[in-house]
Nanobody
Framework: VQLQASGGGLVQAGGSLRLSCAAS????????MGWFRQAPGKEREFVAG????????NYADSVSGRFAISRDISRNTVYLQMSSLKPEDTAVYYC????????????????????WGQGTLVTVSS
C-alpha cells in the first residue's frame, strides 16, 4: 500500500485542520491506519489510529477529545480532523498502515507499522 498525506498548514491556536491520507494499492479497511507526529528534536509519537475491519478508533491522551480519525472507504482515504489546536501540536504528521493483527486493536508503536507516507507539516501559532 502506498500512502499520500496532505492537508497540513499554518493555523492559529484554537483553530482546526483536517489531514488526509490517500491510499493506493490496497483497501484501507484491510489495514490498521495510524497517524503519528514528530516535533523537532523529539521522537515520533502515536496520535490516532483506526483498526482493521470496523475501524475502531484509538487516540493518544494528548489529543483525545480534540482529534478525530475517520475513513472513507469509497475514496480509500483516512482523515484526521484536528480541532482546538495548541502550539504543542506543531509537528510533522505522518500517516501509516499496518497489515494483519486484531480486527479491534490499534497498535501505538512506530515499529508496528510497515508502510508510511511522507509527512505533512502542521504549525500552530500562539
Amino acid at each position: 500500500v502506498q500512502l499520500q498525506a496532505s492537508g497540513g498548514g499554518l493555523v492559529q491556536a484554537g483553530g482546526s485542520l483536517r489531514l488526509s491520507c490517500a491510499a493506493s494499492g490496497s483497501i484501507v479497511s484491510n489495514y490498521v491506519m495510524g497517524w503519528f507526529r514528530q516535533a523537532p528534536g523529539k521522537e515520533r509519537e502515536f496520535v490516532a489510529g483506526s483498526s482493521r475491519g470496523a475501524g475502531n478508533p484509538n487516540y493518544a491522551d494528548s489529543v483525545s477529545g480534540r482529534f478525530a480519525i475517520s475513513r472513507d472507504i469509497s475514496r480509500n482515504t483516512v482523515y484526521l480532523q484536528m480541532s482546538s489546536l495548541k502550539p504543542e501540536d506543531t509537528a510533522v504528521y505522518y500517516c501509516a498502515a499496518a497489515a494483519g493483527g486484531s480486527l479491534y486493536n490499534v497498535p501505538t508503536l512506530v515499529s508496528s507499522y510497515a508502510y508510511w507516507g511522507q509527512g505533512t507539516l502542521v504549525t500552530v501559532s500562539s
